[in-house]
């Protein structure tokens, strides 16, 4: 269990960060910050302390969804993380709780935030840039374009340097749509097809440590790759890749009435996102510019993951 003790027993002189939100994102992106600062991780389940502690990470109890259990944040970092997702309903109540925290101490010098890029909506297959005007269409997106406004209102009035990354599909080898491709689920035909974004989650962990450095205050970024990819064109990529059948493609209507709510609010807005501001302003180089250079690494490596029996 996290103590005062056990922060003031490391260097008092090296650059503190916190990560809030320790999910396959953060885990990629802990080994890429510890030579720069000493890490923090804001941890609800005590069973999950022990991993962070291996990674060298020092576990801070606290859950986002009860303010008073959150007092150890306030001064403890430089820099803040903040990859958490908001709560299932009403506004961003997490990222209030958190501000509120970070609020009560000396406080960070920068904060990135992961969004989502479905604060857009439905685009019509339009090219997006950071400066398009916000059209959320469903809560989960509502919810996001809430805590960007509470960050951004936050950082400006408290001088924080915040930035924003909106980010699209992330996938990776434990990632990929596959137990989807083995059931048959279908998808759309390339005529009604909706365009798609995606994002290596170890593209997305660099992205996030670039952010940390070169961001400006806030700035919003899209943490995208340089596809344009249909959706129904990102499934056939993925089972040829592992050799599956591609999945049926029905018209727009039968689809929508095939999956489930959730699933169809991501096959339905259909968007390409630009990420010219991300690779001039954070200076990065992706290593994986399209989902087929991922599949061809993954191929070449050896290292396919599991395949889910379509029994």
């Not at 000396?106 to 059209?135: A, N, Q």
């Not at 596959?178 to 365009?195: F, H, N």
């Not at 991501?266 to 994986?288: A, D, G, I, P």
């Amino acid at each position: 269990m996290f103590t005062n003790g056990e922060i003031l027993t490391h260097n008092p002189t090296m650059k503190r960060i916190l990560i809030v939100g320790c999910g396959d994102v953060a885990l990629r992106t802990i080994p890429l910050l510890n030579k720069c600062y000493r890490i923090f991780a804001l941890v609800r389940n005590p069973a999950y302390c022990e991993r962070l502690r291996a990674l060298g990470v020092v576990p801070v109890l606290g859950d986002l969804d009860d303010a008073r259990s959150l007092p150890h944040l306030a001064g403890l970092a430089d820099a803040v993380l903040h990859l958490a997702p908001p709560p299932s309903s009403g506004n961003d109540s997490r990222t209030r709780h958190l501000l509120a925290a970070l609020s009560r101490g000396k406080l960070p010098r920068r904060l990135v935030y992961i969004s989502t890029s479905g604060v857009y909506g439905d685009c019509g297959g339009e090219r997006v840039s950071e400066s398009r005007p916000l059209h959320p269409q469903n809560a989960r997106a509502q919810r996001r374009v809430d805590a960007e406004l509470q960050i951004r209102t936050w950082a400006r009035r408290n001088r924080v340097n915040a930035s924003i990354l909106r980010v699209p599909g992330i996938y990776a080898a434990a990632r990929l749509p596959l137990e989807r491709i083995t059931q048959g689920a279908p998808a759309i035909m390339a005529a009604e097809d909706s365009y798609t974004n995606h994002i290596h989650a170890d593209d997305l962990a660099r992205i996030l440590v670039a952010a940390l450095h070169r961001a400006q205050p806030c700035r919003v970024y899209h943490a995208v790759d340089d596809d344009e990819m249909k959706m129904g064109d990102y499934f056939d990529a993925v089972a040829d890749a592992f050799a599956l059948p591609r999945p049926p493609r029905l018209p727009r209507a039968q689809v929508q009435a095939a999956v489930s709510p959730m699933m169809w609010s991501f096959m339905n807005e259909s968007r390409r996102m630009s990420n010219t501001r991300m690779k001039n302003e954070l200076n990065v180089t992706l290593c994986y510019p399209t989902v087929k250079s991922a599949l061809d690494a993954l191929a070449s490596a050896g290292n396919a993951p599991h395949i889910p029996s379509s029994g």
